[in-house]
């Protein structure tokens, strides 16, 4: 069954981000799932449900890149790592995939207001899953501000194009002016934390 309610929600999550959640119908997810509303009911109480667990699914996915990032990879300095994921953080944060998914996560806050939480435990997953436990591999500092420490870094490497997000349909910056941010704000973080 566990197979089903994942199959469910990679289909269910394809078609809200193509859709969005006013146009999508639960008939159009078992439609292209091959499945029936009987079982859709079965594993989720209704369509709210259905889309906030559908929203969770793709963070899980997204968290899982970026973990798999500071996990398989053996950096010869921080310097190296920092360069690999800021232009990995960039590609998944700022792709076509992502602006829908973020207009979907302000849908899927509205709609429940305890959502804004699992949004927050999803970055604070990634953080120190990846970011943090790597710094703790370089730094000689406690747990607790190689996290701070984290969050400072992706609020610095977000920027104001985090805004870009919420009201624009692709990142307004090309790559050369990706990279000229990137290299800033790894010399300014660089610098902070020595």
């Given amino acids: 069954m566990q197979d089903k309610k994942t199959q469910i929600l990679k289909v269910a999550s394809e078609i809200f981000l193509e859709k969005g959640y006013e146009n999508t119908n639960l008939l159009d997810i078992t439609a292209k799932n091959g499945g029936s509303l009987a079982t859709i009911y079965k594993l ?24 798999k990032l500071s996990k398989d990879y053996n950096y010869n300095s921080l310097d190296e790592f920092l360069l690999v994921f800021s232009k990995e953080y960039y590609k998944v944060f700022y792709s076509d995939f992502n602006f829908k998914f973020f207009k979907l996560v302000s849908v899927a806050i509205y709609k429940n207001k305890d959502f804004q939480q699992k949004a927050d435990e ?22 607790a501000l190689c996290e701070k420490y984290a969050e400072m870094y992706i609020s610095m490497l977000r920027g104001s194009n985090i805004l870009d997000l919420f009201f624009a349909t692709k990142l307004k910056l090309d790559e050369e002016q990706i990279n000229k941010h990137i290299s800033f704000v790894n010399s300014m973080f660089l610098k902070m934390i020595k």
């Fill in 122 to 143: 999803a970055d604070k997953k990634i953080l120190e899953n990846t970011f943090a436990n790597v710094l703790k591999k370089y730094l000689d500092i406690d747990e």
């Fill in 44 to 67: 989720f109480s209704n369509k709210d449900e259905l889309f906030c667990k559908a929203v969770e699914y793709c963070f899980e996915e997204k968290t899982q890149m970026l973990i």
